[in-house]
């Protein structure tokens, strides 16, 4: 338990610097809003590619940590090379490399600490709350080294992180799997005819678009506003670190209440969430606005993780978390960055979060038939 806790501090410690610091990156390398949200929206493409790929290779090898720890051996390689380049265009293709590995790594150790915590009984939460605070801290931390030393360097801090990250992973064990089934064409078959999976895939893709849009927008848009490098490290901090309580709490919950439920809510509270960020300009009021992410973003995906892996067959539930979470970060990654970074650059970031207020809205409404009918059944 303890060392898959270090090990989502430090890989998630990375996610920050791919995810909520890079647009700082990009806009010292020269790059437009449109620009950055392209390499974004890009990278989120190759994830709906490579996530599922290596979940199946997971599962047909029956072993997580080894696919794991070669998706990061390539990822650091394809590192070092992302942060030597400087050309819109080879930047945008290096980093489409590094996406297609490091995309996995998020969704194969999420399936190793389930299967974990379903085995021996361990709060997931307690465990998965550690790649939060790594998110949080690193934001913070590396924005203040950026801004001492200069953000031409957040490329070695990354490696630096990275090589941390594979060193831990070499220490973490597989969880033997209930079922020695191995997965086949006729499974994988079955996991695409299976409707319930389906059509929560199709929820979760409405409800989690617009947060991957926040993710990849928020730091221009505080920018924009005139927040620095620490403010914008600290609104990353406050989100993550927020989230941790219910992180811990959710595993109990979810032995009481359908995990249904907990999507429904979770909606509604992103919806509302997007709401109260159209509705203010002032860039350290959406900074404190970040604490909702501490309800909203645990509360949805403990309860959505845990449920794909009840509506389908045990031999493919790593393929089926990967695709999950390819389709709800990678589509949605392709749909809010792409599609959120056009939107704001023609409407306005508080046009851009109406939006993305009434879209989770939808999400929200369909959660709640779904658990409807799933209690009259």
């Known amino acids: 338990?303890?060392?898959?806790?270090?090990?989502?501090?430090?890989?998630?410690?990375?996610?920050?610097?791919?995810?909520?610091?890079?647009?700082?990156?990009?806009?010292?390398?020269?790059?437009?809003?449109?620009?950055?949200?392209?390499?974004?929206?890009?990278g989120?493409?190759?994830?709906?590619?490579?996530?599922?790929?290596?979940?199946?290779?997971?599962?047909?090898?029956q072993s997580t940590k080894k696919v794991l720890?070669?998706?990061?051996?390539?990822?650091?390689?394809?590192?070092?090379?992302?942060?030597?380049?400087?050309?819109?265009?080879?930047?945008?293709?290096?980093?489409?490399?590094?996406?297609?590995?490091?995309?996995?790594?998020?969704?194969?150790?999420?399936?190793?600490?389930?299967?974990?915590?379903?085995?021996?009984?361990a709060n997931y939460g307690l465990i998965r709350l550690w790649g939060d605070?790594?998110?949080?801290?690193?934001?913070?931390v590396v924005a203040f080294l950026i801004s001492l030393i200069g953000i031409q360097y957040m490329g070695a801090i990354y490696i630096a992180m990275l090589l941390a990250g594979m060193i831990t992973a070499l220490f973490l064990q597989d969880v033997e799997r209930k079922s020695k089934a191995v997965i086949s064409m006729k499974s994988?078959?079955?996991?695409?005819?299976?409707?319930?999976?389906?059509?929560?895939?199709?929820?979760?893709?409405?409800?989690?678009?617009?947060?991957?849009m926040n993710d990849s927008l928020l730091t221009v848009y505080l920018s924009n506003l005139g927040a620095t490098e620490s403010q914008i490290g600290m609104a990353w901090m406050l989100a993550t670190f927020a989230s941790a309580p219910l992180f811990i709490v959710m595993g109990k919950l979810l032995k009481k209440y359908s995990e249904m439920v907990f999507v429904s809510i979770a909606a509604f509270l992103y919806s509302v969430r997007w709401f109260l960020y159209s509705w203010f300009d002032d860039a350290v009021?959406?900074?404190?606005?970040?604490?909702?992410?501490?309800?909203?973003?645990p509360v949805f995906i403990v309860a959505a993780l845990f449920l794909v892996t009840k509506i389908v067959q045990d031999e493919v539930i790593?393929?089926?978390?990967?695709?999950?979470?390819?389709?709800?970060?990678?589509?949605?990654?392709?749909?809010?960055?792409?599609?959120?970074?056009?939107?704001?650059?023609?409407f306005g970031p508080q046009a851009t979060y109406v939006l993305g207020g009434y879209i989770t809205l939808i999400g929200a409404i369909l959660s709640v038939i779904t658990l409807y009918k799933q209690k009259k059944q």
């Open 133 to 140: 605070i790594g998110v949080g801290t690193s934001s913070v």
């Open 318 to 346: 790593a393929t089926a978390q990967t695709v999950y979470i390819a389709v709800i970060v990678g589509l949605g990654g392709l749909i809010g960055s792409g599609g959120g970074g056009w939107y704001m650059e023609s």
């Open 188 to 212: 994988i078959g079955q996991l695409f005819s299976n409707r319930n999976y389906l059509w929560f895939l199709f929820i979760s893709l409405i409800i989690f678009t617009t947060n991957r």
């Open 44 to 61: 989120a493409v190759i994830a709906v590619i490579g996530q599922p790929l290596f979940g199946y290779v997971s599962d047909r090898l």
């Open 69 to 121: 720890i070669g998706v990061m051996i390539a990822g650091l390689i394809s590192g070092m090379i992302y942060f030597m380049l400087d050309s819109f265009y080879f930047v945008i293709v290096s980093f489409i490399i590094l996406n297609f590995f490091m995309s996995a790594s998020g969704p194969l150790i999420e399936n190793l600490t389930i299967a974990y915590s379903q085995r021996y009984n």
């Open 1 to 42: 338990m303890i060392r898959l806790s270090i090990f989502f501090f430090l890989l998630f410690c990375t996610f920050a610097i791919t995810g909520a610091l890079m647009p700082l990156y990009l806009n010292y390398l020269g790059f437009s809003t449109d620009q950055i949200g392209l390499q974004l929206a890009l």
């Open 285 to 297: 009021v959406i900074i404190y606005l970040q604490l909702l992410n501490g309800i909203s973003f």
